[in-house]
């Protein structure tokens, strides 16, 4: 668990498992600029991000402290992009459209009762539907005109690396996802580190 990414994971037999993600991110920008010596506050900018999403799959123990698994499935989520003059408040800009994505994910890990190491490679195809562009005017806060991104389907391919350690109920988590794209058509963050925490709530029931 952390701030704003919720993920759980449920046991339904021993080899086949369940499991739901739910993320929000809020970033908040001011532009600022400096003229006869006196700093004056320009633009404010927000960027929302949603997304809900779960999946299913298959998992395999290996000996006694390594597991195989591999998930697939699929969420739904939003983002808009609002810019606000300021001292005013007046919205001058903003974007809004639904998305969908769709995953395939195995990985291969270890774990103890203080340690655990996980690595994956997830492959993702992420759509942009019904964008309302009413009032978009294209300031280009980002580096594309967001009126293209209904026009492609992006997919990307994310290895990432997960550690755990404490106890046995719970563990504090580091992790590193690396998104490369397969196509050139979208900007986006490259590189993202998070830091959680992990709770084991029972043997077949795990919540971060």
């Known amino acids: 668990m952390s701030l704003n990414n919720y993920q759980v994971a ?3 037999t021993n080899n086949i498992g369940i499991m ?3 993320q929000r991110k809020n970033f908040q920008y001011t532009t600022s600029y400096t003229s006869n010596g006196t700093t004056i506050t320009g633009a404010k900018d927000t960027n929302t991000k949603n997304l809900l999403e779960g999946g299913i799959g298959y998992f395999k123990p290996i000996q006694d402290r390594g597991v195989f698994e591999i998930y697939g499935g699929g969420g739904l989520g939003n983002i808009s992009f609002d810019r606000k003059d300021d001292p005013s408040g007046n919205s001058i800009d903003n974007y809004f459209a639904k998305t969908s994505r769709f995953f395939i ?3 291969l890990g270890y774990t103890d009762d203080n340690f655990g190491f996980a690595f994956s490679l997830r492959y993702v ?3 942009f539907y019904d964008a309302d562009l009413s009032n978009y ?4 806060f980002f580096e594309q005109d967001l009126r293209d ?3 492609f389907t992006y997919t990307f391919v994310e290895p990432s690396a997960t550690f755990r350690a404490g106890w046995d109920k719970i563990k504090f988590q580091l992790q ?3 998104s490369i794209s397969t196509n050139s058509f979208i900007d986006y963050t490259p590189f993202v580190i998070s830091l959680g925490i992990h709770f084991n709530l029972a043997p077949r029931y795990n919540i971060e």
């Open 10 to 12: 449920y046991a339904v």
């Open 149 to 151: 991104l209904e026009n």
């Open 176 to 178: 590193g996802i690396l």
């Open 137 to 140: 005017k294209d300031t280009r």
């Open 20 to 22: 739901a993600n739910g």
């Open 125 to 127: 195809r992420l759509k």
């Open 105 to 107: 994910q195995p990985s």
